[in-house]
T-cell receptor
Framework: DAEITQSPRHKITETGRQVTLACHQT?????MFWYRQDLGHGLRLIHY???????NKGEVSDGYSVSRSNTEDLPLTLESAASSQTSVYFC?????????????????FGPGTRLTVL | GESVGLHLPTLSVQEGDNSIINCAYS??????FIWYKQESGKGPQFIID?????DKRQGQRVTVLLNKTVKHLSLQIAATQPGDSAVYFC???????????FGAGTTVTVRA
């Protein structure tokens, strides 16, 4: 079955270190998204991509970067981790060629990565 | 700024009763809305969606109502079960891209 996976599921790092969170989907979706989830804020968009070599900033992109070299993967990099980036990170994908909703625009989410920056 | 939000952060409901979760949005250009359910330790899962040219849509035990006049969205869960305990998010999408904007979420707890 097609799926979306994230790794690692848990990560503890130190302030100033570079961290990369992996996201891999096997639906062949064009659209991929990264969110962070914090108490009281719901899901906030960090970066997104609508295809290979396409990347865009979301509402909370400072301190994060992404690259899209193939359809399946959108890794998220924290260039220099800060304590404020302690959060749960979710990757999602969508494509109007698949889905069960009205417009096939619903996003499918991965299981999340819990990141702690000490 | 424009945003999507939920009226209440928590909702406690007796097993077997109906649940109503509310969401207010302010972007009048939004034309597509989604409800997600997130169980503890998991990613959000799609429940049901609705377009702006609809007032109501029903799924299995769930109904979404859209009132464009007051920019209000609600999710009704019939005969709430313990497995319905989760955080519920509404999200909206404009017509010009694939991004979703999420509300803060409502935590539903089902009492036995």
């Amino acid at each position: 079955d097609a799926e979306i996976t994230q790794s690692p599921r848990h990560k503890i790092t130190e302030t100033g270190r570079q961290v990369t969170l992996a996201c891999h989907q096997t639906w062949n979706h064009n659209n991929m998204f990264w969110y962070r989830q914090d108490l009281g804020h719901g899901l906030r968009l960090i970066h997104y991509s609508y295809g290979v070599q396409d990347t865009n900033k979301g509402e909370v992109s400072d301190g994060y970067s992404v690259s899209r070299s193939n359809t399946e993967d959108l890794p998220l990099t924290l260039e220099s981790a800060a304590s404020s980036q302690t959060s749960v990170y979710f990757c999602a994908s969508s494509d109007r060629s698949s889905g069960t909703g009205l417009d096939y625009n619903e996003q499918f989410f991965g299981p999340g990565t819990r990141l702690t920056v000490l | 700024g424009e945003s999507v939000g939920l009226h209440l952060p928590t909702l406690s409901v007796q097993e077997g009763d109906n649940s109503i979760i509310n969401c207010a949005y302010s972007n009048s250009a939004s034309d597509y809305f989604i409800w997600y359910k997130q169980e503890s330790g998991k990613g959000p899962q799609f429940i049901i969606d609705i377009r702006s040219n609809m007032d109501k849509r029903q799924g299995q035990r769930v109904t979404v109502l859209l009132n464009k006049t007051v920019k209000h969205l609600s999710l009704q869960i019939a005969a709430t079960q313990p497995g319905d305990s989760a955080v519920y998010f509404c999200a909206e999408n404009g017509s010009d891209d694939y991004k979703l904007s999420f509300g803060a979420g409502t935590t539903v707890t089902v009492r036995a």
